[in-house]
C-alpha cells in the first residue's frame, strides 16, 4: 500500500481490485471526499482527441482546495508516441502539486515505455491475481470497452453458478462508483440500460443470461 507522498505512480500488474484500493486509498488520503470532483481528474490513454497539449495543460492544473491534484491517466499501453513522449517529459520535472497516477494495466517491466518511465515514476508492483473473475472483473472489461473480454468474464460467472441477479446488482454498484470516469450522458445512458435490463429479468420477460448479454455489449459499446 502507497504510504508516502511522489509526483508519479506507475501501477504494474493483473490485481484490478488491489489496484483501485490503493487508488483509493490515495484519493482519500489527499482529496476531501465533499470536494473531491474538484481536484481528481481521470485521462484515458486510448482518447483519440487527446493531444499533447492537452496531456500538459491538464497535467498543470494547479489543485483548486486540495493541496494535491490527482490526475489517474488510464489505459497507458494506449497512448500514442506524442502523448506517451510528453508524459516522459513530464515526469522527469513534475510539479510538487500534481500527484498523476498510472495505471500500466496489461504492461509489465520489459515494456521499452514502461522501462523509459522507471528512472522518473514510483513503480507499485501489484501481486498475481489469485482469485476467479467476479463482477468487478466484469464491470472493468467494460469500462475498457471490451466486449469479447466481458462476455468471457459473464459467461464464466454464469458457469459458476453465480446468480444473475447478484451480477446484475453489482454492475449496477460498480457502474455508480465509476460515475467521475464517465461522461454525464454516459453514465446516464449506462443507468438506463442497467435498470432496464433489472426489470425485465424481473418481469420474466427476457432470459437471465440473454439479457445479461445484452447489457453487456450495449455497455461496452456506449463507451466508445
Sequence with gaps: MVTHVESVYLFLGDDEAEKQKQINAIKAQHLNADTAALDFEVIHGDDTGLSPADL???????????????????????????????????????????????????????????????????????????????????????????????????????????????????LIWQWERAREELSLEQFKKGLQLLLYTDHKIKTGRLEEGLALEMLVIRLAYLLV
Design 56 to 170: 500538459n495543460e491538464t497535467l498543470s492544473y494547479a489543485p483548486s482546495l486540495a493541496k494535491k491534484k490527482i490526475i489517474l491517466i488510464r489505459k497507458l499501453a494506449s497512448l500514442n508516441k506524442a502523448n506517451r513522449d510528453a508524459l516522459l517529459a513530464y515526469a522527469r520535472n513534475p510539479s510538487p502539486a500534481v500527484m498523476v497516477l498510472l495505471d500500466g494495466a496489461g504492461m509489465g517491466a520489459d515494456d521499452p515505455f514502461v522501462a523509459a518511465l522507471s528512472g522518473s515514476v514510483k513503480t507499485i508492483r501489484l501481486k498475481p491475481a489469485a482469485r476467479k473473475n467476479d463482477a468487478f472483473d466484469l464491470c472493468r472489461a467494460i469500462l475498457a470497452h471490451n466486449p469479447t473480454t466481458a462476455i468471457r468474464i459473464l459467461k464464466v460467472l454464469l458457469n459458476n453458478r453465480e446468480k444473475p441477479q447478484n451480477i446484475l446488482g453489482a
